[in-house]
């Protein structure tokens, strides 16, 4: 183990801890764009900068990508260098997405007046480049359907040749972890849109009311992955299968329900 200071609380952890984990575990909170447990640091959107001490040695590091190896480091998340350092991150975000909601409330929070920017582009661009949706296809879900493309301002997300990709499955993890509503989702005619990637995919439908339930590569993935056949036949959405467990629960010769605060005390 080895002894660090956070904030003025000493705080003991294994080596190799990133400066946010450490701060998280003692309650000391730290803001995050780019950054999501599950996956792997990338140290995009400089939100996160603190102050880190050694030896008399200032520095400003990101917290969610940098690993505490020695004893004796000291770490100050809230000093006049770190709100002016996050400020300026803050600021470059802004500059490329100004309509973002989530970029626009850390401005009122942090007073950084959008006025002052010179935006790049049309002012609707939405995506920060923080890269959680290429990180959770590529490390969770394992089939790495988008990556960065281009570079300087022209840099983005984007599929092999900007094309649809016969790897996407349709699972939407991309836009649950995108933190700025920059992957839109939809439904047409019973088909699954994703639009930035040019998904158009097919879904299997319920067979009891016919509404689309998922698309027929992501229900074949989750197969082979549990190791199961795949469904057929008898398909049903989330609805059908909760109006088939009450009509099943209905038909029974009698249902019993247990008062459980019968005998409490005041009743
Ligand atoms: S699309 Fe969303 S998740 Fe992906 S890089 Fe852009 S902002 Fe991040
Ligand atoms: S959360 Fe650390 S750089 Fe984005």
Redesign the pocket.
Known sequence: MIEIEIDGQKVETRPGTTILAVARSVGVDIP????HEALEPY??????LVELSEAGRQSIV????YPLERSGLTVETDTPAVRQARKMSLQLLLARCPTVTVLQELAREWEVDPADLLIIGDGEEKCILCGLCVRVCREVIGKNVISFAYRGVERRVSTPFDRESDLCLGCTACAFVCPTGAIKVDEAKGRLLIAPWHSNLEQARCSSCGRPVAPVGMLAHLSEKLEQEPETGTLLCSRCRRLQAAAAAAALPEVRFVDRYRDYPGR
């Open positions: 995050t764009l780019c950054h140290g995009a959107c400089r939100l996160c990101a917290a969610c990508n």
